[in-house]
């Protein structure tokens, strides 16, 4: 059910961070293989260590859970999620800090940590509350219910359900699409919707303004404007 190992995470992280840098790269998919999407975080994987001492619980969660959605969220190329199956507590978390996600007419969500007398972690909160809003996202984590790919989509947690047979060639497309956008553009977009809901209107226009600033140095910037003069399509290079 891909549970989450300490390797797996650290080898994530490592490649949102290449995709990020690599100009090469235009778009990410997440996705997974088997019956699951992910089944929440494998503690098993996690390496050994001495007594537990108080401030050692926030850490790991600082340094293993918050930096795996952190590194989604921060990605500087559009993440989209695939999923294809079970989606569970940090899983679900995965899917949610996704840009676009995409789900199979069986997958489920389960914010399952209240089964396990356990308080959200890896970014639940911060994420579902801006998603759903407060009420929805306490019934969530309250009763730790599993919600079907059809109810998750209309409560704007998915953008689209397909069967499971078209759950990547779906995924493909949305992400061929992507890549031939205009990168930058794209990612500065994903800043300022990102930081919408923490900034008031001054800041948010503040910063809406100079990502245009600095988009506008872009080559797709330009570009893009050309093409309109010229009445043409636009080629964008990601640069």
């Known amino acids: 059910m ?32 088997g019956r699951g999407f992910c089944a929440g975080a494998d503690l098993r994987g996690a390496p050994s260590g001495g007594p537990r001492v108080p401030g050692d619980v926030a850490r790991t969660i600082r340094l293993g859970a918050q930096r795996l959605i952190g590194a989604v969220l921060d990605c500087e190329k559009p993440v989209i999620a695939a999923v294809n199956g079970t989606a569970a ?12 996600v995409l789900a199979a007419e069986a997958a489920t969500f389960v914010e399952v940590f209240v089964r396990r007398g356990l308080v ?12 759903v809003g407060p009420r929805r996202a306490k019934e969530l984590m309250f009763f730790g219910d599993a919600i079907g790919a059809a109810e998750a989509r209309e409560m704007g947690l998915v953008n689209r ?9 779906t995924a493909r497309e949305w992400a061929e699409r992507l890549a031939q956008g205009p990168t930058r553009a794209l990612a ?9 809901l923490d900034s ?3 800041t948010a226009f503040a910063a809406e303004a100079a ?12 570009e893009g404007v050309a093409s309109f003069v010229e009445r043409r399509s636009p080629h964008y290079e990601g640069r």
């Not at 359900?161 to 060639?169: D, F, G, M």
């Not at 500065?188 to 919408?196: H, I, P, R, W």
Request: charged share 20%; glycine share 6%; proline share 3%.
């Open 2 to 33: 891909n549970a989450v190992t300490w390797d797996q995470r650290e080898r994530i992280i490592a490649l949102l961070g290449e995709a990020s840098a690599d100009p090469h790269v235009r778009a990410v998919v997440l996705t997974a293989t």
């Open 89 to 100: 507590g940090i899983g679900a978390h995965l899917a949610f800090a996704c840009d676009l």
């Open 120 to 131: 959200p972690d890896g970014g639940g909160a911060y994420l579902l509350t801006r998603l």
């Open 161 to 169: 359900v397909v069967p499971a047979e078209e759950l990547e060639k």
């Open 188 to 196: 500065l977009t994903k800043q300022l919707v990102n930081a919408a």
């Open 200 to 202: 008031d209107r001054a």
């Open 211 to 222: 990502a245009q600033e600095i988009n506008m140095t872009t080559r797709d910037a330009n």
